[in-house]
């Protein structure tokens, strides 16, 4: 008895070192150089496409990486299709501005007497009459104003879309920030700029948008971005997107900074992008 549990043992230990070994097989471990980006630039993008047990770090211009062969080839792949040279995009925004409202007016003509008072006023066809006439209009109005901003944005790299408004900091962006990026210091914003940040890059020959909401400090051009709440989405070139819709429906950050300036002007506020 004594033997068989020995020769089993043997055959556990055995069969446990020829599991290990096949696991690590499939394991490989390359450094690949970059010679158009930045590691830290595509890492982000390399990330996702790990398996459930690839590691992958950055170091100037170089990506270390140890995944499974199948996993490794793919990535190679990619970062090939990554690794070229970054194009200058052109962004043209347009911010056009609804507002309707009501106008009222009022005239009045003829003349009168109070007591030992006479008024006159406008062109009076009835001289020497008492005739006093005042006409109120009441109308509605529709006005519309677009302004237009252009960004140019190396591949990979940001640039801001400000939505027109230089607000105070409220409690309401304090209660934001908070929940949002608690670690950073936030207690010195006075003004800020409401917008969005936009990082263009491509991947398998498509054109991707990645868009942050995103507070700018005025008086020191300093910037926090809700990177939790980034949306990318991928569009074509030389073609209008209405961001204002995709961001609207995104996140309350978003829907915070479209209609800020709805409700201090009753405006319907529309933002649209295209990258060229």
Known sequence: ??????????????????????AYAVEAF????LQNRLAADILPMIQPLLDANGVVTASQNHLIIRTSDENMAQIEQVIS?????????????????????????????????????ELKTGNNTHRNQQHLQIDLHNGQIEANTTNSQMLQILEGERGFISTGQIIPFTQEWLAYTQRYISAQKITTLIEIQTGFSVRP????????????????????NQTIQFEQLSTTMTI??????????????????????????????????????RVD
Do not use: C
């Open 1 to 22: 008895m004594r033997t068989r549990i020995h020769f089993l043992s043997v055959l556990t230990a055995l069969s446990l070192v020829n599991f290990t070994h096949s």
């Open 236 to 273: 074509e070139k030389n073609q209008w997107v209405d961001l204002s819709h995709i961001m609207h429906n995104n996140d309350e950050v978003s829907r915070a900074i479209l209609t800020q300036s709805a409700r201090q002007n009753n405006e319907e506020v529309q933002l649209k992008i």
């Open 30 to 33: 390359k450094i690949i150089s």
């Open 81 to 117: 299709t990554l690794d070229k040279s970054r194009v200058n995009y052109k962004i043209r925004i347009n911010r056009s501005h609804a507002k309707q409202g009501t106008v009222k007016d009022y005239s009045a003509s003829g003349q009168t007497r109070i007591g030992d008072v």
């Open 201 to 220: 890059y491509s991947m398998h020959n498509q054109l991707l948008l990645e868009i942050t909401p995103t507070f700018m400090q005025v008086q020191k």
